[in-house]
Structure formats: C-alpha cells, structure tokens
C-alpha cells in the first residue's frame, strides 16, 4: 500500500462548517467498512458523508482507524479523518489530529502524526510509507526519532530525512542529536543498521599509553544478490567494518575487518582483519621496560577461515587456515591489549582433516610467521586418530592415534639476542654459559609415532565396573639436533580402572530457600592404576611435545597424553570418591553439590621422585541460581607438596547488589612462583536512576594493588549513559584510563553511535 500525499484542506472546512445535506448512505466497497456510534449523514449531490462521534474504519488489508470525526468523499474515494486519529497498522501505531485515507487506491496520508514502529516513535511534518519487494519502508520528510515515550522525550535524533526498514535499517540524511532542545552532535548521512554491528560508532577515551583517543568504526553488510525492483542487496553474507582511529601519543591508524556471518556459530574463524598504524612513538610501554627499537610502521594482517564440505553422507572435509602477520613483538601489547592478555604469541597454521564419527586423517603445518617470537614449526605433520569404538561389534573397545612429521623450534631473534647478550656478559657463570648455548643449540627432528589401546568395560555386580585396559606404541626420532641423532623408543602400558556407585534418597529434604526439592546423594569411589614402560629422550635432547608447567595434577591416560615426547617410566595410582548430591528442579535432574576428593600413590615418579601426590579435593556448589561456589585446594602428604588453594564465589544477595569475590593462594611450587592473589567485583543498583561498579585484584604477596576499575551508571529513562576509569599497576610503572558508553535502551542495537569497550 503506497502513500500519497493528497490536500483535504477543502473537506475540513465542509466537516467544520456542518453544510451537508442529509440523505441516505451511499453503500461503501467490500475492502473498506467505517461504523459510527451516530448514524451517518449523506449529501447525493456532492458525495460526501458525514460521520459524527466513535468513528472506526476497517480495511481489508488489517488497517484500522479510530477517529472523533470521518467524512468520505464517495467519488474521489477518499475518508478525512479528524480528532484524536489513532491508525493501526500491522505493528505500526500512528497518533495525531488529522489523517486521510483513499480506499479506492489504498493510500494512507499520515502527514503531521507521529508514528510508533515499537520501540522507536517518528515525528515528521511528512510520514509515508511504500512496500518495496513485499516489505513496508517508512520515510519521514524534516522527521525526527527517538525512544522515549513521553510528551517531551529527553533526545531526539532529527534528520532531513529518515527511512525506515523495520528490523533492518534506519537511514539519516544531514542528521543532529540532540538531548532535550539543544543539538550536541551532527554528520551529513548515517545508515545505522538495528545489527549491533554495523552502522557507525566512536570510542572516545584516554588511556596512558595512547593518551586522549577516538575510535572509529563504521560496519557495512557486502556481498548477496541484488534485487531488481528495490536496488538493495539481499542475503548479505559478508560483515566489513571499517577503521579510522586517532590518538594523541600514537598518531592516525586505519584498517578493515571482514566477517563472514556464516560462520556465526563459530567466534574462532571467518575473518580477514587488516590494520596499519603510523605510530608516532613505538617507544611507549604499558609495562615500562626497555623497548628494543622498533619501526613507526606497525601493522597486522590476520585470517582466519575455515572452508568445510561433504561428498559422502557422515564425512567432512575441513580446511583451516589460522595466520597472524604482525610487524613486531609489540604491536599486539600496544593496540590490541586484550588480544595480547589472551593469546600473546598467535599460531600460524594452515590444516586439513577428513574427519567422521569414528576416525579422524589430517594434516597440517605450523610455521613461524613472525620470527620475533620463540614457536615450534611442523613441516608438515600428518596424523590418523581413532575414537574409542567397538572392535567387530564386540564388547572390546579400540582407540588409538598415529603421526609423522618433521619439527622445529626455533627461539625467536629477540630472544636470541637477549641470551647472546646474557652469554658475552663477564660475570656469566661456566654453568649458565652451558645452559644458555644448549638453548641456541639447533632444535629440529624427524618423528613417527603411533599409540593403540584396547579396553574393556566389564559389570562385576551393580553398581560395580572394572576396566582393564593395555596399549602399545612406538617412536622414532631421527636428524635429532647437531649432531642428526637417532632415537627409537617403544611403549607398553597398563592400566585398570574401577568404579562404585552407592545412592541414598531423602525424600523429605524440601528448601525453597536453598533450592532443595527430594535429595539424592551418590557416592563414587574409584581406582585408576596406569604403568608406563618407554625408552626416555635424554633431558637435553630436543623436545617438541613436552611438559609445561602446571599446579594441577598431570594426565595419565596414554592414549590423551599430549607430550609425546616426554613419555616417562611411571606407575601410579589414584585413588578417590566423588559425591555428588542431586534434587529436582524444572522436572529436571539438577547436580546441588559435587565433591571429588583423591591422591596419587607413585611407584615410579615420572616428574619429582614423589611416593605420594597432594591430597585434591574439587568443590563445586550451585544451590540456587543467585549464589554459587567453588572451591579447589591441594595440600601436601609429604615434604616435596606444595600447597594451593583457589575459591570463587558468585552471590546476589539483594536484587540490586552483585557480587563476585575470588582467591587464589599458591606457595613452595616447585616450578612456579608464590602467589596469594585476592579479586572482588561488585554491582549495586542504587535506584532506578543510579548504578555503580568496582573491581579490585590485589597481589598480597608484595602487597600491590594490580588493578582497580570504578564504573558510574546513569539510567536517563530511554538510554544509559556510563563512565568507568581504571588503573593497573605493573610493578615498574602504571597504566590508567578512562571509558564511556552511552546507548539507547529501547533499542541497544541501534546504541547511537556513542559506544566504549575496555580495551
């Protein structure tokens, strides 16, 4: 139904003045019915009718008018409408005083009403609409939008010109912001998508090392096809967003980032980000060390993509390409902090894997793109894994992997000329010299290696199950190191786990309070035995796959043991009971509380020459969906444990109070440093109108405050505005900033492009 803009100046005055004759009425089209609370008032001779008090009209294409006033000009085909016009179209709502409709073409004039596409209200001194493809667009002339539902809303956004796409678009041209009567903001054109994502937002802030900045990014949808009636591309596939970014202390910055929405389910792939900055001092350091010197060009080129495909029903083919191209070892620190906290050396791998419900062939390759950082290369790798399955249907179980592949590590040149520096010093020690020329010694080799494992499930009683389980692999290992070395190292294993299952159900046990409805408590007990028997690589020998440092207890199951090349002689035993209390909720099965309590007993240490492990005890309590805990601690049995112990607890006290608070204590590791580090959150809705947050994380170990945020919260009915600081203290120097968001709270989409992100 299209709009046209026809004058009724001339009909008004006939409602007005009354001079109608009276006569019959005339009988009205079947696609328009108009019913008064007055009877009708019909002049033959001009055809016009009058209607006087609850006028309604009704259209067979769902329009419906409410109105005080109706005459219709039975020849031109038109209905005037007068005082108090309410028009309800589909999900479109228009007020105002006047408003005319022609039912013989089906156009609505709306022109001086405001109009409600919920949430957002349109104020225009010309509104029309027209279908395009099947779908209503809304177009506004000297129009204005806002969110606020009152008779002066707080803020307006005024245009030329609007348009509308509901759930799609809403396009400005020459566009002011204004809060209350007062204009605080203005570009010339702005397609703001209801997508969060696209459209145009700015970041203003300052942090320390940028100084005072703005961010700016504006997104746009690309590919699809185009349709011919409207010019506008449908089923856009392709997310880019745009960069132009100033700061104070760094320069000018620009850049893109392609999406590919298709991939949506799946965060970790589908782009190609490109960023160039001309920075005009790389010399700045959040940390405060000493900086080797470094290019004002900085830039990243990073994509990642997978491409995935079936020829036959139940297998895929999958294709990964992971690549980070960056112009130093600092630029992830410098421009994208949270990047560099998460994920400091980026992979770069390109893989393929033909993948089914029971067996997995790939290969990939690792290399080192970005030669300022220590990586391992794979050149390549090729792999053949099997999931755990049913060997000619019977109740024995296979799983087992298989690879080769030729690696290398390489140091990374800053890296390298640190410890070249460290070696040519002259209070360098003969014994630190050594380590420090093994660490430059050449670390490459060829490996195959191939591990197979066979179990059984057996049911001794109910309740009762014991599973044997016994593996073979082999390794070799050759071009190891300086001198090409040979290494062949076979494996055998054994192993038997056993379980027990005991129930006992309270049916009594009811708590509203504690979220309790029945209880069922089930205990656990159980022992896993695992003896390895391997030809070791000799400590100095060139290692790939090997053991990092960790707190937590090592992995013994052979066949999920990632650090091939660190299979140790090893006989261990674990023993433990795992309880768990269950209750109903949502004619459901919820776990209230889980407690999993065990020790390892060693024969054979494969890491600290130990006879028995810490004792571990995991604690996990989710009473009610306002509070939770968990608790994980282990404590020494012998002389060589050492003690750790990390808590977090979320809780909603009141409905206007959050809070999260959280330890973790570490100390004599044996590997990694003490610690005893405390963290508290907090959330408080002072009232309707105020909120506030803080978080705060100190390092009692030396007593520093590492990091503090205070964030301030204004709820000005139809959007938010806030502003948090925070301040971070990296021992050497400190790093501080300030951050604001204000949005639309009707429609957080449209988010005015007003938007700040704690880097």
Same mark, same amino acid.
């Given at each position: 139904?299209?709009?046209?803009?026809?004058?009724?100046?001339?009909?008004?005055?006939?409602?007005?003045?009354?001079?109608?004759?009276?006569?019959?009425?005339?009988?009205?089209?079947?696609?328009?019915?108009?019913?008064?609370?007055?009877?009708?008032?019909?002049?033959?001779?001009?055809?016009?009718?009058?209607?006087?008090?609850?006028?309604?009209?009704?259209?067979?294409?769902?329009?419906?008018?409410?109105?005080?006033?109706?005459?219709?000009?039975?020849?031109?085909?038109?209905?005037?409408?007068?005082?108090?016009?309410?028009?309800?179209?589909?999900?479109?709502?228009?007020?105002?005083?006047?408003?005319?409709?022609?039912?013989?073409?089906?156009?609505?004039?709306?022109?001086?009403?405001?109009?409600?596409?919920?949430?957002?209200?349109?104020?225009?001194?010309? !509104?029309?609409?027209?279908?395009?493809? &099947?779908?209503?667009?809304?177009?506004?002339?000297?129009?204005?939008?806002?969110?606020?539902?009152?008779?002066?809303?707080?803020?307006?956004?005024?245009?030329?010109?609007?348009?509308?796409?509901?759930?799609?678009?809403?396009?400005?041209?020459?566009?002011?912001?204004?809060?209350?009567?007062?204009?605080?903001?203005?570009?010339?054109?702005?397609?703001?998508?209801?997508?969060?994502?696209?459209?145009?937002?700015?970041?203003?802030?300052?942090?320390?090392?940028?100084?005072?900045?703005?961010?700016?990014?504006?997104?746009?949808?690309?590919?699809?096809?185009?349709?011919?009636?409207?010019?506008?591309?449908?089923?856009?596939?392709?997310?880019?967003?745009?960069?132009?970014?100033?700061?104070?202390?760094? &320069?000018?910055?620009?850049?893109?980032?392609?999406?590919?929405?298709?991939?949506?389910?799946?965060?970790?792939? &589908?782009?190609?980000?490109?960023?160039?900055?001309?920075?005009?001092?790389?010399?700045?350091?959040?940390?405060?060390?000493?900086?080797?010197?470094?290019?004002?060009?900085?830039?990243?080129?990073?994509?990642?993509?997978?491409?995935?495909?079936?020829?036959?029903?139940?297998?895929?083919?999958?294709?990964?390409?992971? !690549?980070?191209?960056?112009?130093?070892?600092?630029? $992830?620190?410098?421009?994208?902090?949270?990047?560099?906290?998460?994920?400091?050396?980026?992979?770069?791998?390109?893989?393929?894997?033909?993948?089914?419900?029971?067996?997995?062939?790939?290969?990939?390759?690792?290399?080192?793109?970005?030669?300022?950082?220590?990586?391992?290369?794979?050149?390549?790798?090729?792999?053949?894994?099997?999931?755990?399955?049913?060997?000619?249907?019977?109740?024995?179980?296979?799983?087992?992997?298989?690879?080769?592949?030729?690696?290398?590590?390489?140091?990374?040149?800053?890296?390298?000329?640190?410890?070249?520096?460290?070696?040519?010093?002259?209070?360098?020690?003969?014994?630190?010299?050594?380590?420090?020329?093994?660490?430059?010694?050449?670390?490459?080799?060829?490996?195959?290696?191939?591990?197979?494992?066979?179990?059984?499930?057996?049911?001794?009683?109910?309740?009762?199950?014991?599973?044997?389980?016994?593996?073979?692999?082999?390794?070799?290992?050759?071009?190891?190191?300086?001198?090409?070395?040979?290494?062949?190292?076979?494996?055998?294993?054994? &192993?038997?786990?056993?379980?027990?299952?005991?129930?006992?159900?309270?049916?009594?046990?009811?708590?509203?309070?504690?979220?309790?409805?029945?209880?069922?408590?089930?205990?656990?007990?159980?022992?896993?035995?695992?003896?390895?028997?391997?030809?070791?690589?000799?400590?100095?020998?060139?290692?790939?796959?090997?053991?990092?440092?960790?707190?937590?207890?090592?992995?013994?199951?052979?066949?999920?043991?990632?650090?091939?090349?660190?299979?140790?002689?090893?006989?261990?035993?674990?023993?433990?009971?795992?309880?768990?209390?269950?209750?109903?909720?949502?004619?459901?099965?919820?776990?209230?509380?889980?407690?999993?309590?065990?020790?390892?007993?060693? $024969?054979?240490?494969?890491?600290?020459?130990?006879?028995?492990?810490?004792?571990?005890?995991?604690?996990?309590?989710?009473?009610?969906?306002?509070?939770?805990?968990?608790?994980?601690?282990?404590?020494?049995?012998?002389?060589?444990?050492?003690?750790?112990?990390?808590?977090?607890?979320?809780?909603?006290?009141?409905?206007?109070?959050?809070?999260?608070?959280?330890?973790?204590?570490?100390?004599?590791?044996?590997?990694?440093?003490?610690?005893?580090?405390?963290?508290?959150?907090? !959330?408080?809705?002072?009232?309707?109108?105020?909120?506030?947050?803080?978080?705060?994380?100190?390092?009692?170990?030396?007593?520093?405050?590492?990091?503090?945020?205070?964030?301030?919260?204004?709820?000005?009915?139809?959007?938010?505005?806030?502003?948090?600081?925070?301040?971070?203290?990296?021992?050497?120097?400190?790093?501080?900033?300030?951050?604001?968001?204000?949005?639309?709270?009707?429609?957080?989409?449209?988010?005015?492009?007003?938007?700040?992100?704690?880097?």
């Amino acid at each position: 139904m299209a709009i046209a803009l026809a004058c009724a100046t001339c009909y008004a005055q006939d409602l007005e003045s009354g001079g109608l004759d009276l006569q019959l009425t005339p009988t009205m089209p079947e696609n328009v019915r108009i019913t008064s609370s007055n009877s009708a008032e019909y002049n033959g001779e001009t055809g016009l009718v009058r209607y006087l008090g609850g006028v309604q009209v009704y259209t067979d294409t769902g329009l419906q008018i409410f109105a005080n006033q109706a005459l219709v000009d039975t020849k031109k085909k038109l209905v005037l409408l007068n005082g108090d016009v309410s028009i309800y179209q589909n999900a479109v709502l228009h007020r105002g005083d006047k408003a005319t409709y022609n039912y013989g073409t089906e156009e609505l004039d709306t022109s001086g009403m405001r109009t409600s596409l919920d949430p957002i209200l349109l104020d225009s001194d010309n !509104f029309s609409s027209k279908t395009v493809n &099947g779908k209503r667009v809304f177009i506004g002339k000297n129009a204005g939008l806002t969110t606020h539902d009152r008779e002066k809303p707080n803020f307006w956004i005024k245009a030329k010109e609007i348009e509308v796409y509901p759930e799609e678009e809403v396009i400005f041209r020459n566009l002011k912001l204004y809060a209350g009567e007062t204009p605080v903001f203005w570009l010339p054109y702005l397609a703001q998508p209801m997508d969060s994502q696209l459209g145009y937002h700015f970041t203003p802030g300052v942090r320390s090392n940028w100084g005072a900045f703005l961010l700016n990014r504006y997104g746009i949808m690309l590919g699809g096809d185009e349709n011919p009636d409207s010019g506008r591309k449908e089923n856009q596939w392709l997310l880019s967003e745009w960069q132009f970014d100033i700061r104070a202390k760094r &320069g000018l910055a620009a850049g893109v980032d392609f999406t590919d929405t298709r991939l949506d389910h799946n965060p970790n792939l &589908g782009w190609l980000q490109l960023y160039y900055a001309n920075d005009s001092d790389p010399s700045i350091s959040r940390t405060g060390l000493t900086r080797t010197p470094i290019s004002n060009d900085r830039y990243k080129v990073e994509y990642k993509d997978r491409y995935q495909w079936q020829n036959t029903p139940g297998i895929d083919h999958i294709v990964d390409a992971n !690549f980070t191209y960056l112009s130093d070892q600092y630029y $992830l620190e410098d421009f994208e902090p949270r990047k560099y906290t998460l994920n400091p050396q980026p992979d770069n791998i390109l893989a393929y894997q033909r993948r089914s419900d029971t067996m997995q062939l790939g290969a990939f390759t690792r290399i080192q793109l970005n030669d300022f950082y220590q990586a391992d290369q794979r050149l390549p790798e090729l792999y053949l894994d099997h999931a755990k399955r049913p060997v000619f249907g019977s109740s024995i179980l296979h799983e087992g992997s298989s690879s080769v592949g030729y690696y290398r590590e390489d140091t990374g040149d800053l890296s390298e000329y640190r410890i070249r520096t460290e070696a040519e010093l002259t209070d360098t020690t003969p014994e630190r010299q050594s380590e420090l020329s093994r660490i430059l010694e050449k670390k490459n080799f060829g490996r195959l290696h191939t591990y197979q494992e066979l179990s059984r499930p057996i049911e001794v009683t109910d309740g009762f199950t014991v599973t044997p389980r016994a593996g073979a692999g082999y390794s070799y290992y050759w071009d190891q190191g300086e001198n090409n070395n040979t290494h062949s190292s076979p494996h055998g294993y054994l &192993g038997l786990d056993a379980a027990m299952k005991f129930t006992k159900r309270f049916d009594s046990v009811k708590s509203d309070r504690w979220g309790l409805d029945e209880l069922l408590h089930v205990i656990h007990p159980y022992a896993n035995i695992s003896v390895l028997a391997t030809n070791e690589l000799e400590d100095d020998g060139t290692k790939i796959d090997r053991l990092t440092p960790t707190e937590r207890p090592r992995p013994f199951d052979v066949a999920r043991y990632s650090a091939i090349d660190d299979y140790q002689n090893w006989s261990i035993v674990r023993l433990g009971t795992r309880n768990q209390l269950l209750t109903k909720r949502d004619n459901k099965s919820h776990t209230w509380l889980t407690l999993d309590s065990y020790i390892d007993a060693f $024969l054979n240490d494969p890491e600290f020459n130990r006879d028995f492990s810490n004792l571990y005890n995991d604690l996990r309590w989710n009473p009610v969906p306002w509070g939770s805990l968990s608790v994980d601690t282990q404590f020494p049995i012998n002389s060589e444990g050492f003690t750790e112990l990390t808590t977090g607890l979320l809780f909603w006290p009141h409905e206007n109070i959050e809070l999260e608070l959280g330890h973790s204590y570490l100390n004599n590791h044996p590997i990694i440093a003490d610690s005893n580090l405390v963290h508290g959150r907090l !959330f408080f809705r002072v009232n309707q109108k105020w909120s506030l947050g803080t978080y705060h994380q100190w390092q009692l170990d030396d007593n520093t405050l590492e990091r503090q945020e205070y964030s301030f919260y204004r709820n000005f009915q139809s959007w938010t505005a806030g502003l948090g600081f925070f301040q971070r203290d990296n021992r050497i120097k400190k790093e501080y900033g300030a951050l604001l968001n204000i949005s639309l709270n009707a429609l957080p989409s449209l988010n005015l492009p007003f938007s700040i992100e704690a880097q």
